[in-house]
């Protein structure tokens, strides 16, 4: 069974900063890989998809890559602003998707 | 975009009743899920249905049931609501697994 790990569980950063969320799997034959943000109280909102064959997706100020030989994935993000706070999860499908438990960005004023 | 709407953002229901979650999404995406969060134990799938009229159990079932007598609508029910299904719940649907998921914006339920 697909098990998905997430570290840090929790990152405070100034804001301005450069920053890097990981993601780990122990299954590589994953369809994709997703990151979604969640808001406090909200639902899940996807901010990017990697397709297996891919190995990174961008979009703005926010990249994601994927290593399925290694089994990780990281979620880039420039330039942090005090929006950028949230819980961030990963998800990596096999036959249904699999989470991890999420990091807990807060991004300092 | 794709759309997945639940019906209901906050519900509080009493111990013993009935509760239907309903959740319906725009774009004819073949699979359709059910999630509770709960602090601590992260994002657990409770049912997931891959056709009308198909349902599979996810990881924690018991206690819930489903219906999908529709493509487009999905359908979590609680035929006892107990003080520990007070959760947030979240439904998604996808194409395929290819494609991504795409997530509702959630039901808050408390079971008094």
């Known amino acids: 069974k697909q098990e998905v790990t997430q570290i840090p569980a929790a990152l405070s950063v100034p804001e301005g900063e450069n920053l890097v969320l990981n993601c780990s799997f122990t299954?590589?034959?994953?369809?994709?890989l997703q990151w979604f943000r969640q808001d406090p109280g909200k639902g899940l909102t996807s901010l990017l998809l990697?397709?297996?064959?891919?190995r990174e997706q961008t979009s703005g100020r926010l990249n994601a890559s994927l290593d399925k030989s290694s089994g990780r994935s990281t979620l880039y993000i420039a330039a942090s602003q005090p929006g950028d706070s949230a819980t961030y999860l990963c998800?990596?499908?096999?036959?249904?998707?699999?989470f991890g438990s999420g990091t807990q960005l807060t991004v300092l004023p | 975009d794709v759309k997945v709407t639940q019906s209901s953002r906050y519900l509080v229901k009493r111990t013993g009743e009935k509760v239907f979650l309903e959740c319906v999404q725009d774009?004819?995406?073949?699979?359709m899920f059910w999630y509770r969060q709960d602090p601590g134990l992260g994002l657990r799938l409770i049912y997931f249905s891959y056709d009308v009229k198909m349902k599979e159990k996810g990881d924690i079932p018991e206690g819930y049931s489903v219906s999908r007598e529709k493509k487009e609508r999905f359908s979590l029910i609680l035929e006892s609501a107990s003080t520990n299904q007070t959760s947030m719940y979240l439904c998604a649907s996808s194409l395929q697994e290819l494609f991504g998921y795409t997530f509702g914006s959630g039901t808050r339920l408390t079971v008094v």
């Open positions: 299954d590589s034959a994953i369809y994709n």
């Open positions: 774009m004819d995406h073949e699979n």
């Open positions: 998800a990596a499908p096999t036959r249904q998707l699999t």
């Open positions: 990697i397709q297996s064959s891919q």
